[in-house]
């Protein structure tokens, strides 16, 4: 784990509340000047403790609030590289991830409505290497958040 001070921490959460915030308006916030603020988020950058900075959009606003979880099982032995290639074409996919238990990978699908669901999950089922896939299709979502900056301990 990257060792962050707390001085990072608090630059960490005031650009996950507002990105476009300047180094001058966090640095009044957090007590250094905007250039010792920018050299600070530049070192985060370097370190990969800031990954970028990017606008959070609403999916559904832009025609995507049909979602799913799919639990995906695969035949024999694959690799996670092999998994993500088999799922990169597929642009209703919006994440996936290996995971413990009866499934290789757990996929979210975001699509236009229920039948651009169904569509996008025949096309994962299609896959050649995907044996078997339980869905779940979300109703509403009740939390969902950025990490907090400072791990609990």
Do not use: C
């Given at each position: 784990m990257?060792r962050?001070?707390?001085?990072?921490?608090?630059i960490?959460?005031?650009?996950v509340?507002?990105?476009r915030?300047?180094?001058a308006?966090?640095?009044?916030?957090?007590?250094?000047?905007a250039?010792?603020?920018?050299?600070?988020?530049?070192?985060?950058?370097d370190?990969?403790?800031?990954?970028?900075?990017?606008?959070?959009?609403?999916?559904?606003?832009?025609?995507w609030?049909?979602?799913a979880?799919?639990?995906?099982?695969?035949?024999?032995?694959?690799?996670?590289t092999?998994?993500?290639?088999?799922?990169?074409?597929?642009?209703?996919?919006?994440?996936?991830?290996?995971?413990?238990?009866?499934?290789?990978?757990?996929?979210?699908?975001?699509?236009a409505?229920?039948?651009?669901?169904?569509?996008?999950?025949?096309?994962?089922r299609?896959?050649?290497?995907?044996?078997?896939?339980?869905?779940t299709?979300?109703?509403?979502?009740?939390?969902?958040?950025?990490?907090?900056?400072?791990?609990?301990?």
């Amino acid at each position: 784990m990257l060792r962050v001070d707390s001085i990072d921490q608090r630059i960490v959460s005031e650009l996950v509340a507002d990105a476009r915030s300047s180094y001058a308006e966090i640095g009044k916030v957090v007590g250094l000047s905007a250039p010792a603020v920018k050299r600070r988020v530049d070192r985060l950058l370097d370190r990969g403790v800031l990954r970028g900075f990017t606008a959070v959009v609403d999916p559904e606003a832009l025609g995507w609030g049909t979602e799913a979880f799919v639990e995906v099982r695969y035949r024999g032995n694959v690799s996670p590289t092999q998994i993500r290639a088999s799922l990169e074409p597929l642009p209703e996919v919006v994440a996936a991830y290996t995971v413990s238990g009866a499934a290789d990978a757990i996929v979210h699908l975001r699509a236009a409505d229920i039948h651009h669901l169904e569509d996008a999950l025949e096309r994962l089922r299609g896959v050649d290497m995907i044996d078997r896939t339980v869905s779940t299709v979300v109703l509403s979502t009740l939390l969902e958040r950025p990490p907090p900056p400072e791990p609990r301990k």
